[in-house]
């Protein structure tokens, strides 16, 4: 895969994850990286945990909230997900991929992120 020119390419940036360990996003990987912002971490679903769990070989997945740490603990634990999936360091990511609303509230989105660190999907929904 080459690097298409029209496409930004993402800064690397380093997410602190609810386990404590910390992650890269925005470096080259052998998988895509997904990228999902849930504002209220309660709106995590069956749906998105089935999903994660089908591309797991293909994607690496990151869900990025404003939510408490007790609210992400019940969605980890009612999903049964890995502790290092969910951040809640959302104030640098949102300036520098402008997710913040007027109220300078976390926007719900969903990010592809190529093997190459461009940007191949954003979608604010």
Same mark, same amino acid.
């Given at each position: 895969?080459?690097?298409? =020119?029209?496409? /930004?390419?993402?800064?690397?940036?380093?997410?602190?994850?609810?386990?404590?360990?910390?992650? =890269?996003?925005?470096?080259?990987?052998?998988?895509?990286?997904?990228?999902?912002?849930? /504002?209220?971490?309660?709106?995590?679903?069956?749906?998105?945990?089935?999903?994660?769990?089908?591309?797991?070989?293909?994607?690496?997945?990151?869900?990025?909230?404003?939510?408490?740490?007790?609210?992400?603990?019940?969605?980890?634990?009612?999903?049964? =997900?890995?502790?290092?999936?969910?951040?809640?360091?959302?104030?640098?990511?949102?300036?520098?991929?402008?997710?913040?609303?007027?109220?300078?509230?976390?926007?719900?989105?969903?990010?592809?992120?190529?093997?190459?660190?461009?940007?191949?999907?954003?979608?604010?929904?």
């Amino acid at each position: 895969m080459s690097i298409n =020119l029209q496409r /930004p390419i993402v800064p690397a940036i380093t997410l602190q994850m609810i386990d404590g360990k910390t992650r =890269l996003l925005g470096i080259p990987k052998q998988k895509v990286q997904v990228v999902i912002t849930l /504002p209220n971490i309660e709106d995590f679903n069956e749906q998105l945990s089935d999903a994660i769990e089908f591309f797991k070989d293909r994607a690496d997945a990151f869900i990025i909230t404003s939510s408490c740490i007790d609210s992400c603990k019940k969605v980890v634990e009612k999903f049964n =997900l890995k502790n290092n999936l969910i951040t809640m360091e959302y104030k640098e990511f949102s300036k520098i991929f402008k997710m913040l609303d007027e109220n300078n509230n976390l926007k719900k989105s969903l990010m592809i992120i190529d093997t190459n660190c461009q940007i191949t999907h954003k979608d604010i929904l």
